[in-house]
């Protein structure tokens, strides 16, 4: 264990749906500096008929990483990975991979889905309303709870012994520790978010083995030193402790947020935009349910009610798409296009389904632009501008919507993530909620994931206002304020709302 107030240096994993990285965090507790050493590519590719991720190459991404930061950096005090929710995979008897995990992605969930959402009585008494009272975490087509009713009767699920969230897989190759961090065990639709255990009641009546699962463990908990094999690999000197984070990069990145008090909304942006309120209990009412709000842990017994609204995928997709079409596509200069597009004429419902799935996106955005705006789109700045304004609509609502249900005071949002780099959005962010927005830092999840590692070692405060004030001191914020369009921002909600109905 560090000696408190000693300078420390850690390894942040910050796995993503289409990138890991692995940052290393420097300091004490009058600061922190972060830096980015190793970036690798994570996509998954269809196996068997099911579109899956690759964990062998992702842990082979996060050991490079490592060694390089060794390298670069200097000997390792910990490590600790985080990355996003719901996937898992299946270990036999013996701790091995029975398969790669599956992705929230695939399309084999919807019969499960559909078995408890719209079969009368639902499945043994457990219906849509009975899960959401039950977990707290609204339905959704890839949340874990379904993966596991989709394949409980294939040959993997008879061999499985354990099942570990994606960040728990890598953390067990890295300490050969099992467990099941909180705030990733709570987004899986089978925790029961009061009492922050197995809801065995739903899970039964589902036929879904919670009993695969590990035991639970909290963000701070240390899970050993490095495996001894693997340090070896590394060619380092001293194994770094393992520490068991807030999993969940969200959880991560709230962990992160800059925050002075509690009277705020945070914006955690990436391929999702998950926007909501932090809160000291769960609300899990009618009111809530109908809102598609979820509540999942954070850390220090928080609770992170929010909703899911489809963030920058959209644009990520597009620009997969021009590149492929032999386009180069520069995002500053193509956000600075954007900027001189007018605004809140083009737009489209963000939260459509039919968004959901990857390839054609720019065609799919085209179409249903003149559905839902009867404006048609003639440049890929047209398109980015429509993304944006539709994108901060959907915040706007999510937001809104977080403190009609909640009655939790908002004075400021907070933008963390990927989105801070991107100037117009932050802006439109603060016009549509009315508010001002807070930008950064861009690594939140990475900022979050060190700061709980730096707890665990002794060198920092211990109480979440502690925290957020290392990321206040150590970061560049960038305030923007809201320009008072509100007339403007309420015909975007009816254009965006007659959409939906139409």
């Known amino acids: 264990m560090t000696v408190s107030g000693a300078a420390i240096r850690v390894a942040a994993v910050d796995l993503g749906a289409s990138s890991g990285r692995v940052v290393v965090g420097h300091g004490a507790g009058d600061g922190f500096t972060l830096r980015e050493i190793h970036r690798f590519g994570n996509q998954p590719r269809t196996t068997g008929g099911v579109l899956r991720w690759d964990a062998r190459a992702l842990f082979a991404g996060i050991l490079d990483g490592l060694r390089a930061a060794d390298e670069q950096a200097g000997p390792l005090d910990a490590v600790c990975v985080d990355g996003w929710a719901i996937d898992y995979g ?5 701790g091995a991979l029975i398969a790669d995990p599956a992705s929230y992605r695939d399309a084999r969930t ?25 977990t707290g975490i609204a339905v959704h087509s890839f949340n874990t709870v379904f993966q596991l009713m989709a394949e409980r009767d294939s040959t993997q699920a008879r061999a499985a012994k354990h099942a570990l969230l994606v960040p728990d897989l890598m953390t067990y190759w890295l300490s050969g520790q099992l467990g099941t961090e909180l705030t990733n065990a709570s987004t899986t639709g089978l925790l029961d978010t009061r009492t922050m255990t197995w809801a065995t009641g739903v899970a039964d009546a589902l036929g879904v083995p919670a009993g695969l699962f590990p035991r639970l463990r909290t963000p701070g908990e240390l899970a050993g030193p490095l495996n001894r094999q693997v340090a070896a690999d590394l060619g ?12 969940h990069d969200t959880a991560a990145a709230v962990a992160g947020v800059p925050a002075a008090d509690d009277a705020f909304a945070f914006v955690c942006t990436g391929t999702w935009a ?10 899990i009412n009618q009111a809530a349910r109908d809102a598609g709000f979820t509540n999942e842990a954070g850390i220090d017994g928080t609770i992170r009610f929010l909703r899911n609204v489809t963030g920058f995928w959209l644009l990520q997709e597009c620009v997969r798409q021009w590149q492929a079409e032999g386009s180069h596509i520069d995002l500053n200069e193509l956000t600075g296009a954007a900027s001189e597009v007018p605004g809140l004429r083009a737009l489209v419902d963000v ?25 048609p789109l003639a440049s890929a700045a047209e398109v980015l501008r429509c993304i944006l304004d539709s994108m901060a609509v959907a915040i706007r609502h999510a937001v809104r919507d977080a403190v009609r249900v909640t009655g939790h005071q908002v004075r400021v949002v907070h933008v963390v993530g990927g989105g801070v780099a991107n100037p117009l959005f932050c802006q439109l962010v603060a016009d549509a909620c009315g508010l001002p927005v807070v930008a950064g830092p861009t690594e939140a999840a990475s900022w979050g994931n060190v700061l709980v590692q730096a707890r665990s070692l002794g060198v920092i405060g211990g109480s979440l206002p502690e925290l957020r004030s290392v990321t206040r001191r150590s970061v560049d914020l960038v305030t923007y304020t809201p320009a008072g369009q509100e007339t ?15």
């Open 488 to 502: 403007a921002w309420a015909r975007a909600d009816d254009i965006v709302l007659a959409g939906r109905a139409g």
């Open 351 to 375: 939260q459509d389904p039919g968004f959901a799935a990857p390839d054609g996106m720019t065609q799919r955005i085209i179409r249903a632009c003149e559905h839902t705006s009867g404006v």
């Open 90 to 94: 299946l270990l036999d008897g013996d």
């Open 274 to 283: 998950l926007a909501g309120v932090e809160l000291a209990a769960p609300v």
């Open 110 to 134: 919807g019969p499960a889905l559909a078995a408890v959402t719209q079969t009368p009585g639902g499945v043994a008494g457990i219906n849509a309303a009975r899960l959401y009272e039950a």
């Open 236 to 247: 380092l000197g001293r194994p770094p402790q393992v520490v068991i984070g807030p999993s």
